[in-house]
């Protein structure tokens, strides 16, 4: 051709094809299916033959390339009474909550591999048939007959963050929406998909795909698919879905990319009367220290109340409240965590002062009072710690010390942190210390509480929940994960829409 087209767009016969699935009930579907027309037309896209490059039009369908294959079907199924019964069919089902680090949304109980309900029954053998072997012949992924699909309700606040759906033999995921049709962007749930940066991570979101009725969007499960289902904001609308993967042979994937871990360093000196303006004098009380390292050694956690003095927790929540939010930096990436964070050299000399308090070598010396740790040569342990002390000291590195990072952060609307494979910081046993700012009287159900699990388990060990002058001090070892729940809308009716928290991590 001479010639090049500014879109590739050709008209594709939407005449129902009406089939009795198993005798259950009839299902008219999109006969886009039988269009070799518009088979071929998007082959040659998904072959990169196409001159227009990005996107393919075909009457119902719309495929994309970027940022990874996704394609988008309007009106699979041709009769509306079918939907609506469909609709009303899985209404009905048993639905559980699913609620980790990643998600919160409900999903359907029955076994929709052998469900005999006559709806769910002949969507499922469409998608089964019909669909799969259409996106094989589209893609030229060899597709296996092994489909995975289940119904999910998404709700107010219900939402699942940035993640790539690699998992085992995972090839194409998909999405069936039942979602009312006055769904708009306002009510959230949209399907947003990532950019890539330099490391192969997620940068940015670049698309969002909204939620219609009777549409069925499938792409490409690979290293590069990052997305997420936005949460979901309306409070009077159910984002109801039948979604999946459709399976085939394993792709060989890259190594992950592996974050250098925060710089941890040696404790500061602080003159006397500087450290004894920041504590409260109560934690200095040597039957208090001794209460309290009862309870730490005993549980591996404890929430000390009130901890700095009042004037001085007034004036930083009072500072750090007042900064300027283009201060403020965005701490991704979006598949591991999502909250704001300011670089030490920009905060105010009493936030510096408080820095210091936390990583001083008095304090040091108090957090091993409290717990037991050994985080100073001062430090009083018993013969069974000074046993474990000499094995830990012959797996450490030459050289090393006690030691902590710490870093300032702001919690709002849409933050979190997830739990990842490759995070540094599970290597070698810790204890999180953060003193909470400005959260007021804080609710669970707004998200933002910090959760430790075991590595491979979802049972929650403990939480922390955000309570104002708090220092919640937390002992993990290398099979404790953590992760600071998703902060949902709710958090918006709150004076200060989120809080602030100083994190410090300490080693022995």
């Not at 289940?150 to 993640?163: G, K, Q």
């Not at 220290?289 to 004036?315: D, G, R, W």
């Not at 540094?424 to 700012?437: F, M, N, Q």
Request: net charge negative; with cysteine; proline share 4%.
């Amino acid at each position: 051709m001479s010639g090049k087209r500014k879109s590739s767009k050709c008209n594709a016969n939407t005449t129902s094809k009406k089939t009795r699935i198993k005798g259950q009930c009839e299902i008219s579907v999109n006969s886009v299916f039988e269009d070799e027309a518009v088979l071929k037309k998007l082959t040659h896209f998904v072959e990169e033959e196409l001159e227009n490059g990005d996107s393919c039009e075909c009457g119902d369908i719309k495929a994309y390339r970027r940022p990874f294959f996704h394609c988008m079907l309007s009106n699979l199924v041709q009769n509306k009474d079918f939907t609506a019964n469909l609709q009303d069919e899985i209404l009905d089902l048993n639905f559980v909550e699913k609620n980790n680090d990643l998600y919160k949304f409900h999903q359907s109980t029955e076994d929709l591999k052998v469900t005999k309900l006559p709806n769910l029954s002949a969507i499922r053998d469409v998608i089964y048939t019909s669909v799969r072997e259409w996106i094989i012949k589209m893609t030229g992924i060899k597709l296996s007959t092994q489909v995975d699909m289940s119904c999910a309700m998404y709700r107010y606040t219900d939402v699942l963050s940035c993640h790539d759906d690699e998992l085992d033999d995972r090839r194409v995921a998909f999405i069936y929406y039942l979602v009312p049709e006055s769904w708009n962007e306002g009510d959230g749930g949209r399907l947003q998909l990532f950019s890539l940066d330099d490391n192969g991570e997620p940068k940015e979101i670049v698309k969002n795909l909204i939620p219609v009725k009777n549409s069925f969007v499938f792409f490409e499960v690979t290293p590069a698919s990052f997305h997420q289902v936005e949460e979901v904001l309306t409070e009077d609308k159910t984002r109801l879905s039948i979604s999946g993967w459709f399976h085939g042979p394993r792709i060989d994937r890259p190594s992950p990319y592996v974050e250098a871990p925060p710089t941890a360093s040696p404790s500061v000196s602080i003159e006397e009367d500087d450290f004894y303006s920041w504590l409260n004098p109560q934690y200095l009380d040597s039957a208090t220290q001794a209460s309290i390292k009862e309870t730490f050694v005993e549980e591996s956690q404890i929430e000390l109340s009130n901890f700095l003095q009042e004037n001085m927790y007034e004036e930083l929540a009072s500072l750090l409240s007042g900064i300027d939010r283009s201060k403020w930096s965005n701490k991704g990436p979006p598949n591991k965590r999502n909250y704001m964070s300011i670089d030490v050299n920009k905060l105010p000399d009493h936030v510096t002062k408080c820095l210091k308090f936390l990583q001083s070598d008095a304090f040091f010396l108090i957090l091993s009072s409290l717990t037991g740790l050994k985080l100073h040569e001062l430090a009083e342990v018993s013969d069974s710690e000074e046993e474990e002390e000499e094995e830990e000291e012959q797996t450490n590195q030459k050289g090393d010390s006690p030691r902590c990072h710490c870093e300032v952060r702001k919690w709002q609307h849409g933050s979190y942190t997830l739990v990842h494979d490759t995070d540094a910081e599970t290597k070698h046993c810790a204890l999180d210390a953060v003193l909470y700012i400005g959260c007021g009287d804080w609710q669970t159900e707004y998200g933002g509480i910090t959760s430790y699990i075991a590595k491979g388990e979802d049972e929650e060990l403990l939480s922390v929940c955000p309570t104002p002058n708090s220092l919640a001090l937390v002992y993990r070892d290398t099979e404790t994960l953590k992760f600071v729940k998703h902060i949902n809308a709710r958090v918006n009716d709150t004076p200060n829409k989120g809080f602030m928290d100083i994190s410090c991590v300490y080693y022995e």
